[in-house]
């Protein structure tokens, strides 16, 4: 994480904090998040068990996922930043419904899932650049007729607690006046537990996190994505708002990830190349992903 930081600590925020490597951070130096890092030698990241291949708990019990990764690596940089390299990671669950609620209260350093960018969030936390583009679909099982919303007229539809895809499917229904039910559930495997029962049609839910759920649970031929996109969301890692030092610790990072193409290699590893449990997502980058890494200084392949 050198590379990461020779830009991170060019940021003027960092400039005037940033200690020389292997000495004390002088008295007042580093502020907010940073400061608390360098007293407690903890820094608290958020995941979900859920989120899938973003953040989900591994065969042997312990977060994994790409923006575990991602977080892996602002966590190097921060190490090297309040020049304290036994920095821990105490990992903290989080859920769809509380995980802006924990980063607001400081409970959560760096909410490390599948959390979308709104102006909304804006407002209570603050976000690092984009590192996936998804969209709300639909889930069905295999040899649905279901195609689209409008197929669903007269049934259900599950759709997971707090997330976008539940204010999405709201306004669409409520805008297209369609008679479906809103089931709300706490996860996605309840979600599909109850498509699994017949006791709802369809499941929404970004289309990534659809298939990874599946892919997660071995089951990716029973199901099939579909529909129209309803929403467009940007996912981001999530942090305390109002910490400057923070912010450009974790843009630069991430920039950083870009500019020597590290960033493609964590991308591969989770949607491109075989996961742990056998599956293989095979999603190569999209042209709309690949831009924004582009922006950040992802050289061309």
Do not use: H
């Not at 102006?119 to 195609?147: C, D, M, Q, W």
């Not at 204010?167 to 479906?180: F, P, S, T, Y």
């Not at 981001?236 to 870009?258: E, H």
């Amino acid at each position: 994480m050198r590379r990461v930081l020779v830009l991170a600590l060019s940021c003027a925020a960092l400039a005037a904090a940033a200690p020389a490597r292997g000495a004390d951070p002088p008295p007042g130096a580093l502020t907010g998040t940073l400061a608390r890092v360098a007293r407690a030698g903890i820094v608290k990241l958020g995941y979900r068990e859920d989120a899938a291949p973003f953040s989900f708990v591994s065969k042997a019990g312990v977060p994994a996922g790409y923006s575990i990764d991602l977080c892996r690596e602002v966590v190097e940089a921060i190490r090297e930043a309040v020049g304290a390299r036994r920095v821990g990671v105490e990992f903290v669950r989080v859920t769809a419904a509380d995980r802006i609620d924990r980063v607001a209260r400081g409970e959560v350093d760096l909410e490390c899932g599948s959390t979308t960018n709104t102006g909304e969030r804006r407002a209570r936390v603050a976000f690092s650049p984009t590192i996936f583009v998804a969209g709300t679909k639909l889930a069905v099982p295999r040899g649905s007729r279901v195609r689209s919303l409008a197929d669903l007229a007269g049934r259900a539809v599950a759709v997971v607690r707090g997330t976008t895809n539940e204010a999405a499917l709201r306004e669409v229904v409520r805008m297209r006046r369609l008679a479906i039910e809103l089931a709300i559930v706490d996860d996605l495997a309840q979600a599909f537990a109850l498509l699994d029962a017949d006791k709802v049609q369809a499941v929404g839910g970004d289309d990534i996190l659809l298939l990874g759920e599946a892919v997660r649970a071995g089951r990716r031929a029973s199901y099939a994505i579909v529909g129209e996109y309803l929403s467009f969301e940007r996912y981001a890692i999530a942090f305390a708002r109002g910490d400057p030092d923070l912010a450009a610790l974790v843009d630069a990072a991430l920039r950083g990830l870009a500019t020597t193409g590290e960033l493609r290699g964590i991308y591969n590893k989770w949607f491109v190349r075989t996961l742990p449990n056998g599956e293989r997502l095979g999603l190569p980058m999209s042209a709309e992903l690949r831009r924004t890494f582009e922006i950040l200084g992802l050289p061309p392949e």
